[in-house]
């Protein structure tokens, strides 16, 4: 199946920084990417949509100053945490889709700690 | 508003059968997705079904009703790997996928 590659895995960083993880679709062109926030023993929340060469869509509560969203390529979106605190600490994944394909690939996620 | 119910938690024994069931009642159906997510790990696709009866693939499968808005997935021959949570997911109207919670299985030796 197709892949979709998170980095980084693991990062803490301190209160008022900010983070930048990325993802990238490795083998195929991904027209739309998701971002999830996941916290413990909790479902996916989804926190936006993120469309190749336009502005991302937020879920409603999710302050999109906060939580940049960048997708300059088709294979490649970038999240953004700005001036973190530690209530984002939180497993964020991303994931791409084929656009005729049906699956949804996720990246290995990235565990936020911020202290 | 749309809503997936399952499970919250589940146990089993090594070598059994389990059956996760899924009701969802979302604006529209595009598929249903079966999920695995081992603690501290992203989910990795099991199945998808978006067309009445039963999909096969290995020891596990997964069934899908539209008009009862009824899924499940059956996993057989279990083993202790087995032991994550189980995520069900509908792909709406607008081609949005809405989670359920997941379930916990819990394989006993």
């Known amino acids: 199946g197709a892949v979709v590659s998170q980095h980084p895995s693991r990062v803490i960083c301190k209160s008022g920084t900010s983070v930048k993880i990325e993802c990238r679709s490795l083998?195929?062109?991904?027209?739309?990417m998701f971002w999830y926030r996941q916290f413990p023993k909790q479902s996916l929340m989804l926190m936006a949509t993120?469309?190749?060469?336009?502005?991302?869509?937020?879920e409603q509560g999710v302050e999109k100053d906060k939580f940049l969203i960048n997708h300059a390529s088709l294979t490649l979106s970038t999240l953004t945490v700005t001036s973190a605190h530690p209530e984002d600490s939180s497993f964020y994944i991303c994931?791409?889709?084929?656009?005729?394909?049906?699956?949804?690939?996720f990246g290995q996620g990235t565990r936020l700690t911020v202290v | 508003g749309q809503n997936i119910d399952q499970p919250t938690e589940m146990t089993a024994t090594e070598g059994a059968i389990v059956q996760i069931n899924c009701t969802y009642q979302?604006?529209?159906?595009?598929?249903l997705f079966w999920y695995q997510q081992h603690a501290g790990e992203a989910p990795t696709f099991l199945s998808y079904?978006?067309l009445d009866g039963l999909e096969e693939k290995g020891r596990f499968s997964s069934f899908l009703s539209r008009s009862k808005g009824y899924s499940y997935l059956l996993l057989k021959e279990l083993q202790m790997k087995d032991s994550a949570s189980y995520l069900c997911?509908?792909?709406?109207?607008?081609?949005?996928?809405?989670w359920g919670a997941g379930t916990k299985l819990i394989i006993k030796p």
């Open positions: 994931s791409a889709g084929t656009g005729s394909g049906y699956e949804a690939f």
């Open positions: 083998d195929f062109q991904a027209t739309t």
């Open positions: 993120s469309n190749e060469g336009s502005k991302a869509t937020y």
């Open positions: 979302t604006s529209g159906f595009n598929g």
């Open positions: 079904n978006v």
């Open positions: 997911a509908v792909r709406d109207s607008n081609y949005q996928l809405i």
